[in-house]
């Protein structure tokens, strides 16, 4: 299998990445949903048992999306940051030396409701940052799912994952891209951010990632 799909929305093609992320050809754009840098940072603060390296391995696969394809505007759709003890210094000092390794990239983030509660990046990282939605060609790029009343939503919030049925009561949950009418839901890319069960809805299609690729499910 492939490390990423192309599929037709709205007269334009998207690529579908393993990664957990979609690549824009036509604007050589990278569209990321749902990376909550600093989440496991600010679970600790508050006393819980979580992984630590999270931030290193969104990090990390960052770098791996923008070696491997031609990008030159890297966008977020919403919730960069997850919670204002996200602004912890181990965090934010490994944010920023990953910026400096792509000084020339433009980046925008387009607030979302973690976005609100954290607070904006720090100016030093040279983040745009814009309310939704942010127009791009066909596409409403949001947080929120909500539909637009001209332009084909990509959106992100939800984290949707699908789950999969084998013999033998044989069950596995994936994140996915869920792909409807009018609007697109985008996995969650950062890592320790889980998921919501989508319920698949008549005319719509669902792209599932794992094992570094991504297949339609049937």
């Given at each position: ?27 050589r754009a990278?569209?990321?949903?749902d990376?909550h840098?600093g989440?496991a ?46 602004h ?5 000092s490994a ?13 925008t ?16 990282l ?8 942010l ?26 994952a ?8 044989q069950r ?7 792909v ?19 319920d698949?809805?008549?005319d ?6 794992g ?7 049937g």
């Amino acid at each position: 299998m492939r490390p990423y799909l192309s599929i037709q929305l709205a007269g334009a093609e998207l690529w579908l990445l393993a990664e957990k992320a979609v690549y824009y050809p036509a604007e050589r754009a990278l569209l990321i949903a749902d990376a909550h840098f600093g989440k496991a940072a600010a679970y600790r603060r508050l006393g819980q048992p979580v992984p630590h390296g999270t931030t290193d391995d969104n990090i990390q696969r960052l770098d791996n999306l923008l070696a491997g394809y031609d990008c030159k505007h890297l966008i977020f759709l919403g919730d960069f940051l997850h919670a204002p003890e996200s602004h912890a210094a181990g965090t934010l000092s490994a944010i920023q030396a990953w910026r400096e390794r792509h000084a020339s990239l433009a980046i925008t983030l387009i607030r979302g409701n973690h976005d609100r509660r954290a607070g904006d990046p720090p100016a030093e990282l040279r983040i745009e940052v814009v309310p939704e939605p942010l127009l791009l060609g066909p596409f409403s790029l949001q947080h929120e799912p909500d539909p637009h009343s001209t332009h084909y939503v990509l959106a992100g919030h939800v984290h949707p994952a699908y789950r999969l049925f084998g013999r033998g009561r044989q069950r596995l949950r994936l994140p996915c891209f869920y792909v409807q009418s009018n609007v697109s839901l985008l996995p969650a890319f950062g890592a320790f951010t889980g998921g919501m069960n989508i319920d698949r809805q008549e005319d719509s299609r669902v792209f599932v990632v794992g094992e570094g690729a991504v297949w339609e499910a049937g």
